[in-house]
C-alpha cells in the first residue's frame, strides 16, 4: 500500500490551519443563528395573524397611514432610543410609525407608569404618546383613567402582545424589545431587539428611492 509525502509540510500546515479556522467561524456562525437570532427575518409562519394583531392592538400613528410598527416598553432605554430615531429618520422620507407601549406581565411596573401606558391606550393619540413618554411631561393625563379603566388597558396590551409574541416564537425568534414589523412588498418582516442597522433595513424596505 502506497503512502503519500508531504513535500512541502510548512504549505500544508498552513492550508490545514486556514481549513480548521474556516470550519470553527462557520460553526460559530451557526451556534449565533441557532442561540441569538439576530438581525431581521421574514415572517414564514402564522403570517396571516400578523396583520390582524397589529390592526387590533392599542398603537398610536405618527401618520394617519402608517407603515412602521414599534412595540415598547417604558423601562426599555433601547426602545426609546429606536423610537426617536425611527420617528425621525423614517418621517423624513414621508413613512409613518405607529408605537405600541405596553407594561408586559413579567416586568414590573410601577402604579404612576402603568397610569401612563393606560392612558396612552385610552385615547390612541399621538400627541399623549409624545407627552407621556419617554417620561411624563405636561399634557400626559396620567390621572385620567380610574383603576379599573387602568387596569383594562394594561390587559388590552398584553394581549396584544400575547398574539404578536406567538407570530414571533412561530418563526423561532426570541421576544425582545423593542419589536418591529414591517411590509416589503407582499411579504411581512420583523425585527426583535431592534437596533440601528435593523432601520437602515427598514427604510429600504418601505421608502426605497426616497
Given at each position: 500500500m502506497?503512502?503519500?509525502?508531504?513535500?512541502?509540510?510548512?504549505?500544508?500546515s498552513?492550508?490545514?490551519?486556514?481549513?480548521?479556522?474556516?470550519?470553527?467561524?462557520?460553526?460559530?456562525?451557526?451556534?449565533?443563528?441557532?442561540?441569538?437570532?439576530?438581525?431581521?427575518?421574514?415572517?414564514?409562519?402564522?403570517?396571516?395573524?400578523?396583520?390582524?394583531?397589529?390592526?387590533?392592538?392599542?398603537?398610536?400613528?405618527?401618520?394617519?397611514?402608517?407603515?412602521?410598527?414599534?412595540?415598547?416598553t417604558?423601562?426599555?432605554?433601547?426602545?426609546a432610543?429606536?423610537?426617536?430615531?425611527?420617528?425621525?429618520d423614517?418621517?423624513?422620507?414621508?413613512?409613518?410609525?405607529?408605537?405600541?407601549m405596553?407594561?408586559?406581565?413579567?416586568?414590573?411596573?410601577?402604579?404612576?407608569?402603568?397610569?401612563?401606558?393606560?392612558?396612552?391606550?385610552?385615547?390612541?393619540?399621538?400627541?399623549?404618546?409624545?407627552?407621556c413618554?419617554?417620561k411624563?411631561?405636561?399634557?400626559?393625563?396620567?390621572?385620567?383613567?380610574?383603576?379599573?379603566a387602568?387596569?383594562?388597558?394594561?390587559?388590552?396590551?398584553r394581549?396584544?402582545?400575547?398574539?404578536?409574541?406567538?407570530?414571533?416564537?412561530?418563526?423561532?425568534?426570541p421576544?425582545?424589545?423593542?419589536?418591529?414589523?414591517?411590509?416589503?412588498?407582499?411579504?411581512?418582516?420583523?425585527?426583535?431587539?431592534?437596533?440601528?442597522?435593523?432601520?437602515?433595513?427598514?427604510?429600504?424596505?418601505?421608502?426605497?428611492?426616497?
Amino acid at each position: 500500500m502506497a503512502h503519500a509525502v508531504v513535500t512541502r509540510p510548512m504549505l500544508f500546515s498552513g492550508v490545514l490551519a486556514l481549513a480548521v479556522l474556516a470550519f470553527a467561524a462557520a460553526g460559530w456562525s451557526l451556534w449565533r443563528a441557532q442561540t441569538d437570532v439576530a438581525g431581521w427575518q421574514v415572517v414564514a409562519v402564522d403570517r396571516a395573524a400578523l396583520p390582524d394583531a397589529l390592526a387590533d392592538g392599542p398603537f398610536v400613528a405618527s401618520e394617519r397611514a402608517a407603515g412602521v410598527w414599534i412595540v415598547s416598553t417604558p423601562d426599555c432605554a433601547a426602545c426609546a432610543a429606536l423610537e426617536a430615531q425611527a420617528i425621525r429618520d423614517l418621517a423624513e422620507r414621508g413613512v409613518g410609525v405607529r408605537v405600541m407601549m405596553l407594561a408586559p406581565r413579567d416586568a414590573t411596573t410601577d402604579d404612576a407608569t402603568r397610569a401612563r401606558v393606560a392612558v396612552v391606550a385610552a385615547r390612541q393619540d399621538w400627541l399623549v404618546y409624545r407627552a407621556c413618554f419617554p417620561k411624563a411631561q405636561s399634557g400626559c393625563e396620567a390621572g385620567a383613567l380610574d383603576p379599573e379603566a387602568i387596569d383594562g388597558y394594561i390587559e388590552w396590551g398584553r394581549a396584544t402582545q400575547d398574539r404578536i409574541g406567538a407570530v414571533v416564537a412561530a418563526n423561532d425568534a426570541p421576544l425582545r424589545f423593542p419589536m418591529v414589523f414591517w411590509r416589503a412588498g407582499r411579504e411581512w418582516r420583523f425585527a426583535t431587539g431592534a437596533d440601528a442597522a435593523d432601520l437602515r433595513q427598514i427604510a429600504r424596505d418601505v421608502a426605497p428611492g426616497a
